[in-house]
Structure formats: C-alpha cells, structure tokens
C-alpha cells in the first residue's frame, strides 16, 4: 500500500486539516484517476494546466477514487 496526505484549507479563516488515507492498490487508483481526469477533459468539465488531481476533480471525486 501507499500513502496519501492531504490538507484542507479553508480560505475564509485560513484554518487547515490534515488527513493520511492509505491506498491499498496504488496502481489501479493512478489507472483510474488518470481515465477519469481524460474524460473530464474530453466532456470539457475541466480545463488543461490544473496542478494536482483534486483542482481536476474536486475533493469528493478524488476521495471517491481513494477509496476505491
């Protein structure tokens, strides 16, 4: 397995939350982030130069995919 740590930051009151989420299937979820991120490209529901998956995607999408 892997690991992934993410932090959340709300903007208004720039307070932050950390979480580590294990990936047990590191390969399949790269597989399935990187289909879904092309197919969100091809229907034009997001756009070229975001910098990480969960700009692409959104946090529930990209958390929906952690966990398989």
Do not use: H, K, Y
Request: proline share 9%.
């Amino acid at each position: 397995p892997s690991f992934v740590t993410v932090t959340a930051i709300n903007r208004g009151s720039a307070r932050a939350a950390d979480a580590t989420l294990v990936v047990p299937d590191t390969p399949e979820l790269i597989s399935r982030l990187v289909a879904r991120v092309i197919a969100m490209l091809s229907d034009g529901l997001s756009s070229p130069g975001v910098w990480t998956p969960c700009q692409a995607l959104g946090p529930r999408a990209l958390l929906n995919l952690v966990r398989g």
